[in-house]
């Protein structure tokens, strides 16, 4: 079966430190991969997505980044937290996509993000 | 664009008590829909889905939901409410990068 892991689960950092946010799969080969953001009170904001190693396109500008240099690896980058990078963050997974058709998206425990 | 909409923020109910979580879709031709379940500080966990068939679909947990074309609307049901189910539940509609979530519905549930 299928398992995703997204480290560390909480964080604390000050404003203008850099972060590493990194999420893993198992049990699936060449899934796509997501990163989601949860503010205090708000929806899912889907900030990035990729399809394969190196394929990564970003929903929502900001000072975020995302790397994936893995086949189920996917890292969640800043050079500099603002204040309002703070937020749960989540990582999903989905089978490849056939034309037109359906995907499940599957997620991680998430990482609680407090910038101070 | 796709949207999502749950009319009701904040839901409570008594614990043995059914329950219907509403959930409305704008146009599209094939909606993809989903309802999802959040606990506090936890990850998004999978209720059930609808692709296509039966527009009555069963979940885990003891939830269905129904999805009724003519309304465009996806509810969430579930007969008799756990004390376990108070949570946040989002209902969502899409596929791969045009995945897109409602607001989300809280319930409580009172002992």
């Known amino acids: 079966s299928q398992t995703i892991h997204q480290w560390p689960a909480t964080l604390v950092q000050p404003v203008g430190s850099p972060l590493s946010l990194e999420c893993t799969v198992e049990?699936?080969?060449?899934?796509?991969l997501y990163w989601y953001r949860q503010a205090a009170g708000r929806g899912l904001q889907l900030l990035f997505y990729?399809?394969?190693?190196?394929?990564i396109s970003s929903e929502v500008p900001q000072n975020l980044s995302a790397s994936r240099p893995q086949d189920r690896q996917f890292i969640l980058s800043s050079k500099k937290l603002l204040l309002s990078d703070s937020g749960f963050y989540l990582c999903?997974?989905?089978?490849?996509?056939?034309?037109?058709?359906?995907?499940?998206?599957?997620f991680g425990p998430g990482t609680r993000l407090t910038v101070l | 664009a796709q949207s999502v909409t749950q009319p009701d923020i904040h839901i409570t109910v008594s614990e043995g008590a059914s329950l219907e979580l509403r959930c409305n879709y704008s146009?599209?031709?094939?909606?993809?829909l989903f309802w999802y379940v959040q606990s506090p500080g936890q990850g998004l966990q999978l209720l059930l889905k609808?692709?296509?068939?039966?527009?009555l679909v069963q979940g885990i947990k003891g939830f269905e939901a129904e999805f009724k074309r003519s309304q465009s609307s996806f509810n969430l049901r579930k007969p008799s409410v756990h004390w376990s189910d108070a949570a946040e539940y989002f209902c969502?509609?899409?596929?791969?990068?045009?995945?897109?979530f409602g607001p989300g519905t809280r319930l409580s549930v009172l002992p």
């Open positions: 999903a997974w989905s089978a490849p996509l056939l034309a037109g058709g359906p995907d499940t998206q599957y």
């Open positions: 049990g699936t080969s060449n899934p796509n």
């Open positions: 990729s399809v394969g190693i190196g394929q």
């Open positions: 146009y599209g031709a094939t909606p993809y």
């Open positions: 609808y692709f296509s068939g039966d527009t």
């Open positions: 969502a509609r899409g596929r791969g990068q045009n995945f897109v």
